[in-house]
């Protein structure tokens, strides 16, 4: 019951601030020659209704903030550009690296003394000869060297 009551009297403060920001504005010039501002017109006076309204927009400042949006959109774009780059280079080394491997792995096969084959294209297996490993082993090496493996 007490939360509810300061809720009610937190809404009539609120509601009685707002209100003035709303109401008309009067001038008027008084008896005395001196110039009055009010909410409320005179009873025998001329008023003047003023309307209190908000500044007109500065241009310069619409033009300001469209260039810092447009500045950050490109600081944005950038840093997306960047992240690509970054995610490609890391892709590209990533598979430069698993190429290295798999040469370096074909390498230790052919050096091998036991008999090596490869498949034909019938599926039929097909030893390598002697001058066959020696070229195949030079291809890799060619690879090694052209991939630059550490």
């Known amino acids: 019951m ?3 009551r ?4 937190a809404v009539c403060i609120g509601s009685a601030c707002v209100m003035p920001v709303h109401a008309a504005m ?3 010039v008084d008896a005395n020659g001196r110039v009055v501002y ?3 017109p005179p009873a025998g006076a001329k008023a003047e209704k003023i309307n209190p309204s908000v500044a007109p ?3 310069n400042a619409v033009r300001d903030l469209a260039n810092k949006d447009m500045d950050l959109k490109k600081r944005q774009q950038a840093r997306a550009d960047d992240v690509a780059k970054a995610e490609k280079a890391d892709t590209e080394t990533k598979q430069r690296l698993d190429q290295c491997t798999q040469a370096r792995g ?3 096969t052919l050096q091998m003394e036991t008999n090596v084959y490869r498949y034909s294209p019938t599926g039929e297996k097909v030893y390598m000869e002697p001058a066959e490993r020696q070229k195949a082993l030079g291809d890799n090496d ?3 060297r052209d991939l630059n493996c550490p």
Request: no cysteine; hydrophobic share 45%.
């Open 106 to 108: 074909r390498i230790r």
């Open 142 to 144: 060619k690879i090694l």
């Open 57 to 59: 927009a500065d241009m």
């Open 2 to 4: 007490d939360v509810r």
């Open 38 to 40: 009010s909410d409320q």
């Open 6 to 9: 300061w809720t009610a009297i």
């Open 26 to 28: 009067y001038k008027w």
